[in-house]
């Protein structure tokens, strides 16, 4: 695990920290915290670039906004 220290919190964040080390199966509260921070990261990323999910088709030829034809002729 590397290094550790201490953090001083409530009483009341400790159940919270339990209660959720709990529900997401984590063996120690290092690992709730650490979950907790990766689940958050990707919520936020999603949030900002995942707008679009399911909407965003792959690019074809058409899409390029040229006529290939008049480029390979010259």
């Known amino acids: 695990m590397g290094e550790t220290t201490t953090i001083r919190v409530s009483k009341s964040t400790l159940k919270m920290l339990m209660k959720l ?4 199966g ?3 509260l290092d690992e709730t ?4 921070i990766k689940q958050q990261r990707r919520e936020r990323l999603n949030e900002a670039f995942g707008i679009d999910e ?4 792959p690019f074809t030829e058409e899409d390029r906004g040229e ?3 008049e480029i ?3």
Do not use: D, V
């Not at 080390?21 to 997401?24: D, G, P, T």
């Not at 915290?33 to 907790?36: E, K, Q, S």
């Not at 399911?54 to 088709?57: D, N, Q, R, Y």
């Open 54 to 57: 399911g909407k965003i088709k």
């Open 21 to 24: 080390q709990q529900k997401l």
């Open 67 to 69: 006529n290939s034809s």
């Open 33 to 36: 915290i650490r979950l907790f």
């Open 72 to 74: 390979c002729s010259g």
């Open 26 to 28: 984590a063996q120690t």
